[in-house]
């Protein structure tokens, strides 16, 4: 039951600050686990065209592990980088470009952001990619 409150306050919160966060990774003790925060609203791309998305690593205060960050976005757009690790040293923002290539379908696609820590359980966590007419 603390678990089910915990999740709604974690998606409240984050609905007012405009980032989603993923379940929480790592290690399950106190403060020794993480997650990762994604845009809540979708993200634009025209065809032909780049857009940023920047993906936090919200980490509790003991856990000091580098974290993997994976990016796989649905066919037809594409995201660099796919993969890059954040060393527990560095500065939680990671940006990503999505690309939507000049003859994209318009539409949207998911994209999945899954963090994988040096120990313990990964999470991953979802956003959308809109691919609109320039």
Do not use: H, W
């Not at 993906?55 to 000091?64: A, C, N, P």
């Not at 949207?108 to 899954?114: A, C, H, M, N, R």
């Amino acid at each position: 039951m603390k678990s089910a409150i915990a999740i709604v306050v974690t998606l409240a919160v984050a609905s007012l600050f405009g980032c989603q966060t993923s379940p929480r990774g790592g290690s399950m003790a106190e403060n020794e686990g993480f997650a990762i925060r994604v845009p809540t609203f979708t993200t634009e791309v025209k065809q032909g065209e780049i857009q940023v998305v920047t993906v936090s690593l919200k980490r509790d205060s003991l856990f000091k592990q580098d974290v993997t960050l994976q990016v796989k976005a649905a066919r037809g757009i594409s995201v660099e980088p796919s993969s890059v690790t954040v060393k527990a040293s560095e500065k939680p923002d990671v940006q990503f470009q999505i690309a939507a290539p000049k003859d994209a379908a318009l539409g949207e696609y998911p994209v999945v952001v899954k963090g994988t820590p040096e120990t313990g359980e990964p999470t991953s966590v979802g956003f959308t990619a809109k691919v609109v007419s320039p």
